[in-house]
């Protein structure tokens, strides 16, 4: 079975600094990897997503993510963040081109002024 | 073009009734996935539909069932609510080829009392 750890319930950060949300999954076969915002009152946006190939993936609104197969991890980064960016973020995993998608309990990201 | 579309947006219960929550998937998608998001969690796989028929399930009780219609339209329904259905429900939608992207609602907001 697939886990999703998302270790930091919180992250605050200021305007324009750089920002990573951690993530890291438990799975015996290989999976695709997920990143999704949900703004308050709104349902989930995919930010990116890794199935196969590079290992450095590039998402919407500047985000970004490495796979990193042997740290069994998906971070997310952003090199400047702004007050819009303010959100829940989660990551996911699936064991394949399926919807069964296993979320992680999610970040939240908070951009101070 | 209309994204996935859920309704109703809020509804409240009391324990022991039963609801139908109702969803259109994004023009073009076949097939529909439900997910429940507790507060301060992150999403639960339901069960998938597609072409009429439930293709995955989660681990969820049989309370929880579902339709699809041949239009691509799906229900959730919860028979004998419990107060810890009280969740926001997402209906989200694919497209025919698996690549792993689901396109959410806005959710359905249950209150059991």
């Known amino acids: 079975a697939q886990s999703v750890t998302q270790l930091d319930s919180q992250v605050p950060v200021f305007e324009e600094a750089p920002v990573e949300l951690r993530c890291n999954y438990s799975?015996?076969?290989?999976?695709?990897l997920f990143w999704y915002v949900q703004y308050p009152n709104q349902g989930l946006q995919l930010l990116l997503k890794y199935l196969s190939g590079s290992t450095l993936v590039k998402g919407i609104n500047g985000f970004e993510a490495e796979f990193n197969k042997s740290q069994t991890s998906f971070h997310l980064r952003k090199p400047s963040v702004h007050i819009s960016d303010t959100a829940e973020y989660f990551c996911a995993v699936s064991r394949d081109s399926s919807y069964k998608l296993i979320f992680g309990s999610g970040t939240r990201l908070l951009v101070r002024p | 073009d209309a994204g996935v579309t859920q309704s109703p947006t809020h509804l409240i219960k009391t324990r022991g009734q039963q609801v139908t929550l109702r969803c259109s998937p994004k023009?073009?998608?076949?097939?529909v996935s439900w997910y429940q998001q507790a507060l301060g969690q992150g999403p639960q796989f339901i069960f998938q539909y597609y072409e009429e028929e439930e293709r995955q399930r989660g681990n969820f009780p049989d309370r929880f069932s579902g339709h699809q219609f041949p239009n691509y339209s799906s229900e959730l329904n919860v028979n004998a609510l419990l107060l810890g259905d009280s969740a926001l429900y997402l209906c989200?939608?694919?497209?025919?080829?698996?690549?792993?992207?689901?396109?959410f609602g806005e959710g359905s907001r249950l209150t059991v009392l």
């Open positions: 023009s073009g998608h076949d097939t």
């Open positions: 799975s015996s076969v290989s999976v695709y």
């Open positions: 989200a939608s694919g497209l025919p080829l698996n690549t792993g992207e689901l396109f």
